[in-house]
C-alpha cells in the first residue's frame, strides 16, 4: 500500500472519529423542579413543572434532571422517549443530591406503565404507590407494544398493592434496586415478578413484600440474578420457576419464608448464602422432562444453613448436579445483624470448587 493511500485512510478515519464525538456530544440536558412552568424551555434556570413535560422533550442521549418534590407518574402509551442503544439512551435521573417522589396519576394506577419504549434509563427515584396504587410494569400481557431494554437504577420501589415491578420486556436491567412492603397476601404479588429474555437483576435489597421477593417465571430465560439481598418476604425469597437457563449468583437470601428455589430447564445457583428461612432453605423441584420439569439443575458452592430444612431435592432430573454445597455452622461474623462474613476461624473458607 502507497502511503499516500494510507494517508487518506487515517484522514478518514479522524474524520469519522471527530464526526461520532460530535454526535454524542449533541446531546442536551433538561431540568423539571416542582417550581418550574411547562412553557419554560426546561434550562437549569428555566425548568419544567411536571415529569411528564420533561421526557416530552427527550431524544436519544438526552438527559432529564429532576429536582426534590412529589411527582405525577405516566401510564398511556407514547408518553416515554426511547434511546437507540444503550450508548444512545434516554436517561431521567434525579438531580445529583436529590430524591424525587413519583406517585400513581390516579387511585388504583401504577406510578408508571412503559409501553413501545426502548433504552430508557430511571435513575435515583422513589416510586411510592401508597395508599392504593400499584408499582411500576414494563409491557406485560399480549396485545401490546413492547417496551424493551429498560433500565431501573438507584430508584426504591414501595407501597404497592400488586406488584413492585412486573415485567415482560426483554433485555432490562435493575440494578441497586431496594423494592420494599409491594403486595397482599393473596399468593400472587411480589417485590418483582418477571418474565422476559436476558434481563439483569444486580444488586439491591429485596424484602417485606407479601410473597416472593424476586419470582422470575414463567417464561424468562437467560436472566441473571446477582449480589442481591433477599430477606423478610412472606413467601420465597428468590425463585427461578419454570424458564430456562436462569442464574443465581452471590446472592444472600435470609429470613424468608423458603431461600431459593428452583425449576424449569437448566437453572443455576452458585455461591449463595442462604440462612434462617422458615421453610426449605434451598429447593430443587419439578421432576422430569415436560414443560415445568427440572432438567439439568446446576446447584454448586452454596452455603445453606440455620433454615428448617437445608437442601430440598425433588427427584429433579437427568443431569443435574447438587454438590460442594456446605450445610453446617459456617461461622458467620453476626447473621443477626446481616453480616454474613465469615469468621477466620470458618470451616467453609477456601471450600469452594472452581467453577
Excluded at 487515517?10 to 474524520?15: D, E
Excluded at 401504577?110 to 392504593?132: E, M, Q, W
Excluded at 439491591?204 to 423478610?232: D, L, S
Excluded at 431435592?313 to 437427568?318: F, H, L
Aim: hydrophobic fraction near 35%; aromatic fraction near 10%.
Amino acid at each position: 500500500m502507497k502511503y499516500g493511500t494510507q494517508t487518506a485512510i487515517a484522514r478518514r478515519l479522524v474524520f469519522i472519529a471527530v464526526l461520532a464525538v460530535a454526535r454524542l456530544s449533541a446531546s442536551n440536558e433538561y431540568y423539571v423542579s416542582i417550581d418550574g412552568n411547562d412553557s419554560n424551555d426546561g434550562k437549569p434556570q428555566t425548568p419544567f413543572r411536571t415529569f411528564r413535560k420533561g421526557i416530552s422533550v427527550l431524544a436519544p442521549g438526552d438527559t432529564l434532571y429532576v429536582k426534590n418534590g412529589t411527582y405525577k407518574g405516566i401510564i398511556d402509551y407514547g408518553a416515554f422517549r426511547s434511546g437507540t442503544s444503550w450508548e444512545q439512551p434516554v436517561t431521567v435521573a434525579a438531580h445529583p443530591g436529590h430524591r424525587p417522589v413519583i406517585v400513581p396519576p390516579g387511585d388504583g394506577e401504577a406510578c408508571l406503565y412503559i409501553v413501545d419504549t426502548k433504552y430508557f434509563i430511571l435513575d435515583g427515584f422513589v416510586l411510592d404507590s401508597a395508599p392504593n396504587g400499584q408499582g411500576v410494569g414494563i409491557t406485560w400481557g399480549t396485545g401490546f407494544p413492547q417496551a424493551h431494554h429498560i433500565e431501573l437504577r438507584n430508584c426504591e420501589i414501595r407501597n404497592s398493592k400488586g406488584q413492585g415491578i412486573l415485567t415482560g420486556g426483554d433485555g432490562c436491567r435493575f440494578i441497586n434496586l431496594e423494592v420494599h412492603d409491594n403486595g397482599i397476601d393473596d399468593g400472587f404479588t411480589h417485590g418483582i415478578y418477571l418474565n422476559a429474555d436476558r434481563c439483569v437483576i444486580d444488586g439491591g435489597k429485596y424484602y417485606r413484600n407479601a410473597n416472593w421477593g424476586i419470582h422470575v417465571y414463567p417464561k424468562a430465560t437467560n436472566t441473571t440474578v446477582r449480589n442481591v439481598r433477599c430477606f423478610e418476604n412472606g413467601a420465597t425469597g428468590l425463585g427461578l420457576v419454570w424458564g430456562s437457563n436462569n442464574v443465581a449468583y452471590n446472592n444472600l437470601v435470609y429470613r424468608n419464608g423458603s431461600g431459593i428455589h428452583l425449576s424449569g430447564d437448566s437453572p443455576c445457583a452458585y455461591n449463595n448464602t442462604v440462612y434462617g428461612n422458615r421453610g426449605e432453605g434451598l429447593s430443587v423441584a419439578n421432576a422430569g422432562n415436560g414443560p415445568r420439569g427440572t432438567r439439568k439443575a446446576d446447584v454448586r458452592n452454596n452455603i445453606v444453613f440455620g433454615n428448617e430444612s437445608e437442601i430440598a431435592d425433588y427427584a429433579t432430573g437427568t443431569g443435574t448436579v447438587l454438590s460442594n454445597n456446605f450445610t453446617s455452622d459456617p461461622l458467620f461474623v453476626d447473621a443477626a445483624a446481616g453480616d454474613f462474613r465469615l469468621r477466620p476461624d470458618s470451616p467453609a473458607i477456601d471450600l469452594g470448587a472452581d467453577l
